[in-house]
Each structure stands twice: as C-alpha cells, then as structure tokens.
C-alpha cells in the first residue's frame, strides 16, 4: 500500500523555523516526485514546493523562495521541508503527496491536480 505519513508542524513566532518531514512506503521512492502542498483557513490549496525524482531538481512558488528548502533522502524513503523565517501568512495545513514520474512525464511537476498519493496533513501556526 502506497502510504505518506508527514510530522513536524507545530506552533512558532513569526520569523521562527520548522523542520517537516515526510517518510514514504509501498512504491519505489526514487522514481516518483515529491512535493508540499499547504492550505491556509478558508483556502485552496496551494504548491509550495516539489522535486523531481531521478534529478532531483527542486521548485518553489514564489512566496517561500529564499525561505523554505526541500529535499530528498532516497535512501530512508523521507522528503523534507525546512522553512526558515515563517511569517504568518505560511500558517495552514502541510501536506506531501508523491507523483511517479513516469505517469508525470514532461508534464508541470508540481501541478497540484496531477498529484494522486497524499499524506494526512500536518498543521503549522504560526503566531505574530
């Protein structure tokens, strides 16, 4: 069974920084992309960052650029996702979700809607 299981949020001032993790099971990790997605209170879900598979390039929307890295283990099967200097306005649901690349093909890879495995979300606040 393909499985996502995300940790890591938590409450933290404005300005401050957390470490989400993401362990995956049941397919074979370096062959599937890997992103975070958040949704804030009243709304849609957005793309904050992914990374490709084999190549390991990795992407961010704009509003977390400069703030938040991600990366990949593929050895312990973990993606991760380090946000430093957290503003308020980053406070919402995280969630990973995994794409293989070979369904992926050349299309956007972080497109929310071509994502297909999803963790359960992990809650961030962050306070002012």
């Known amino acids: 069974e393909v499985q996502l299981q995300a940790s890591g949020g938590g409450v933290v001032q404005d300005g401050g920084s957390l470490r989400l993790s993401c362990a995956a099971s049941g397919f074979t990790f370096d062959d599937w992309n890997l992103a975070w997605f958040r949704q804030a209170p009243g709304k849609a879900r957005e793309m904050v960052s992914c990374?490709?598979?084999?190549?390991?390039?990795?992407y961010y929307a704009d509003s977390v650029t400069g703030r938040f890295t991600i990366s990949r283990d593929n050895a312990r099967n973990t993606v991760s996702l380090q946000m430093n200097g957290l503003k308020s306005e980053d406070t919402g649901v995280y969630y990973c979700?995994?794409?293989?690349?070979?369904?992926?093909?050349?299309?956007?890879?972080?497109?929310?809607?071509?994502?297909?495995?999803w963790g359960q979300g992990t809650l961030v606040t962050v306070s002012s």
């Open positions: 990374i490709r598979g084999r190549d390991v390039n990795a």
């Open positions: 979700a995994a794409k293989s690349l070979i369904e992926l093909g050349y299309r956007a890879p972080c497109d929310l809607v071509l994502y297909d495995v």
